[in-house]
């Protein structure tokens, strides 16, 4: 059976005059207790021990616990607090040393401390509760959060350290100096939450931390909405976040899956990879990322499938010897290119549409740089669908480019192989290659350009198996300058123009068509210099520079300046 106490400042039949009086008396009956406190104010330091529960009686915040400095209230039992207000400075307002404690629709604030804290071993849950300035600290401890209002905290609202184990459901977050829930080293999982103004990471996992997040909001925060790193995992499902610097960000071995979110107006990057980090990204939508929507770097190596990018300025970017795999991606309305490879940066493309870009594909960097693209569509581009530069090499399989300027180019030192791909309605040209570019085509289509099919300028060398060229306005092919090559079982069909313009550099196997093939004279490669002798002239002894030679005159002047500036 229960034992009852009463507590009124004002006193009272069997009233006790403070709560301390009260949690003594029931200590020394060792039988579980029930506390119910008169409003008031009351400026004590509470131990409680045992089975004992706390109850404010009258209006939620009548009830006023406070010390002007250290603990108001020590727990060592099976603690209940129900409807106090817990005010404290430079301490831990509220500790759980031993057993379990539970605090109901209570007002804990911290001025400068620790407003729960949740030690080793121990368990303690906050309902329906309100934290102003302090953290909820759980260390190696048990824990539960229920429709609970963390504000303004100075540090961590919420910190899951050495071991913890932690449920933060349906709460709000808003306005933590640091971070909102950070896990590290311990397990957090995060169900039905808004989080709000953070000057960090909404959500931090470090130390090889699990953290699960589930149905929550974040928005306007300082830095990232969700960061993972040091090796920590964990997932994310049917998250929502907006305005957030990097709305994800994944590094030093952290290795996340993602699904079902989306990522809205983020200030930078809308999912940021990097140093080893990897992750799972599934069904995610990034719309209006300020730079770039998926961004991996330095490193990073992840996998995206079924993504979403639209508005904002780049779509996919993997550069710094980063990796990455994306599968059934879809991308529009940039204003930047679609998809960028650069600088050692290794990635595969599969299943993928661009749509109202500048550009589809670019590739730039050394010969470790390769991009790798398989079933994609490419239209209504404003520059080009696919261009390798420097010494990158990319290889096209079954990929479509409608609409725009340039289909395929190719340039510097770069390579691109070319299978099974299709180019239509262009207006600049089908496929180029250019400087000292390698083009390498099988079963490639070019439909209806408004210029050439084919280009080959500089020293480029382009080798087509197979290739139709249809309805090309200015001819199927024209290599110019000193490029080379072949054109092998390929077919130029159309009312108009040449079928190929050959500079006598590329050989034309089996070529089908009823157009005119212009050939031109080859050309040497470098121009020899031009001699010309003059006898009778001035013998020179030595190297001569900025001289003038006048012949067959009168009178001539002869001047000669020394290298100290003097003249002869």
């Not at 262009?426 to 083009?439: E, I, T």
């Not at 005119?516 to 010309?532: D, K």
Request: aromatic share 6%; with cysteine.
């Amino acid at each position: 059976m229960v034992a009852r106490y009463f507590v009124s400042p004002h006193g009272g039949r069997r009233a006790y005059p403070d709560i301390t009086s009260a949690l003594a008396a029931a200590a020394g009956r060792g039988r579980a207790a029930l506390v119910e406190i008169a409003p008031g104010r009351y400026e004590e330091a509470l131990t409680v021990r045992g089975d004992v529960q706390l109850a404010a009686l009258g209006d939620p915040g009548s009830v006023v616990v406070s010390r002007p400095r250290g603990a108001v209230l020590d727990a060592l039992g099976s603690v209940r607090v129900h409807g106090l207000v817990l005010i404290g400075r430079d301490a831990d307002v509220v500790g759980c040393h031993a057993g379990t404690l539970t605090l109901e629709h209570s007002d804990i604030r911290a001025y400068n401390g620790v407003s729960v804290h949740a030690r080793p071993n121990t368990s303690v849950t906050l309902r329906d509760s309100v934290i102003l300035h302090g953290r909820a600290l759980f260390s190696g401890s048990e824990g539960l959060v229920e429709r609970c209002r963390f504000t303004d905290a100075t540090d961590n609202a919420i910190a899951v350290i050495e071991g913890a184990r932690v449920s933060v459901r349906d709460s709000w977050i808003g306005g933590s100096m640091i971070h909102g829930v950070r896990v590290s080293g311990a397990r957090a999982q995060v169900t039905g939450c808004e989080l709000t103004g953070t000057g960090k990471a909404a959500f931090m996992a470090d130390a090889q931390a699990e953290l699960i997040v589930t149905d929550c909001a974040i928005d306007a925060v300082h830095t990232e909405a969700i960061m993972f790193i040091e090796q920590s995992r964990g997932s994310v499902d049917r998250t929502r976040v907006t305005d957030a610097q990097h709305g994800i960000a994944v590094a030093s071995g952290a290795d996340p899956v993602v699904r079902n979110c989306v990522f809205t107006a983020c200030r930078d990057t809308g999912i940021n990879v990097q140093t080893s980090g990897r992750g799972r990204f599934e069904d995610c939508e990034v719309h209006a990322a300020g730079n770039v929507g998926v961004f991996s770097t330095k490193g990073g190596a992840p996998e995206v499938h079924g993504c979403r990018i639209s508005g904002g300025n780049v779509g996919i970017a993997v550069t710094d010897a980063a990796r990455g795999r994306f599968t059934r991606v879809e991308i529009g309305d940039l204003t930047s290119v679609a998809l960028r490879v650069w600088d050692e940066a290794r990635a595969v493309f599969e299943h993928v549409r661009v749509e109202r870009c500048p550009s589809g594909l670019e590739t730039r960097g050394n010969g470790g740089t390769t991009a790798d693209v398989t079933d994609a569509v490419f239209h209504d581009f404003g520059m080009s669908a696919v261009e390798a530069l420097g010494q990158s090499r990319v290889t096209l399989k079954g990929v479509v480019a409608k609409r725009g300027p340039l289909g395929f180019g190719v340039g510097e030192d770069a390579q691109l192989f070319a299978y099974d791909c299709e180019v239509e309605a262009v207006s600049s040209g089908g496929v180029v290659g250019f400087g000292k570019a390698r083009l390498v085509a099988k079963n490639l289509t070019v439909t209806g350009s408004e210029a050439f099919g084919l280009y080959g300028t500089g020293s480029a060398r382009l080798d087509v198996v197979n290739g139709e060229f249809v309805d090309c306005a200015a001819g199927g092919a024209y290599f110019d300058d000193t490029c080379g090559g072949r054109m092998v079982d390929c077919s130029v069909t159309g009312p108009q123009g040449v079928a190929v313009q050959n500079n006598g550099r590329v050989d034309l196997v089996a070529l089908r068509t009823s157009l005119p093939v212009v050939e031109q004279t080859p050309r040497s490669a470098e121009s020899p210099p031009t001699i010309v002798n003059h006898y009778e002239g001035p013998v020179f002894n030595a190297p001569v520079h900025g001289a003038q030679l006048a012949w067959n005159n009168t009178n001539a002047i002869q001047q000669q300046t020394n290298e100290d500036g003097s003249h002869t």
